[in-house]
């Protein structure tokens, strides 16, 4: 089923990097955040899509909005994945596809690769932005006029 456009995203939690637990009631509602799910850590789409995210996390941040990362990979791939490219944003471990489930994300190629899609809320927690793309750079571009957008209105 997932998420729909002006969905409200119901409360869940994960593993951050850290180890500790990450509880969404503490961010959805609160500002506006860019959620995207990504197939594994290390390799290079999803490297350059890190660190294309990485290299604009101060203008998602100016306009208030926090970026997560959401990939199966263990905690301990996350840490040397987050460490080795000097990610800022939080990177959540979604072993059990637990939160994939939740969004609705689609796997990709006849279903062997988990899917690369980008949900933007708003700061009430409602879905404004669902990009479905296998293309990495993309994503932040998409998120970023959408977040841009929002902060126009308001």
């Not at 997932?2 to 990097?17: C, E, I, M, W």
């Not at 059990?96 to 006849?110: A, H, I, M, S, T």
């Not at 899917?115 to 990495?136: A, E, P």
């Amino acid at each position: 089923m997932g998420l729909k456009l002006g969905d409200v995203v119901p409360n869940f939690t994960a593993q951050t990097t850290d180890g500790s637990l990450f509880d969404s009631k503490d961010y959805i509602g609160k500002k506006p955040l860019v959620i995207y799910f990504y197939p594994k850590d290390d390799t290079s789409v999803c490297t350059a899509q890190a660190c294309s995210f990485r290299d604009q996390y101060e203008d998602f941040k100016s306009f208030g909005a926090e970026v997560i990362g959401v990939s199966s990979d263990s905690i301990e791939s996350h840490q040397k994945f987050a460490k080795q490219y000097r990610l800022p944003f939080i990177l959540l471990s979604d072993s059990k596809k637990q939160l994939r489930k939740l969004f609705g994300v689609p796997n990709d190629l006849l279903g062997l690769i988990p899917g690369r899609v980008t949900y933007v809320l708003d700061d009430k927690g409602k879905v404004q932005l669902i990009f479905n793309s296998m293309s990495g750079p993309i994503h932040i571009k998409k998120a970023l006029s959408c977040i841009k957008g929002m902060s126009e209105k308001s």
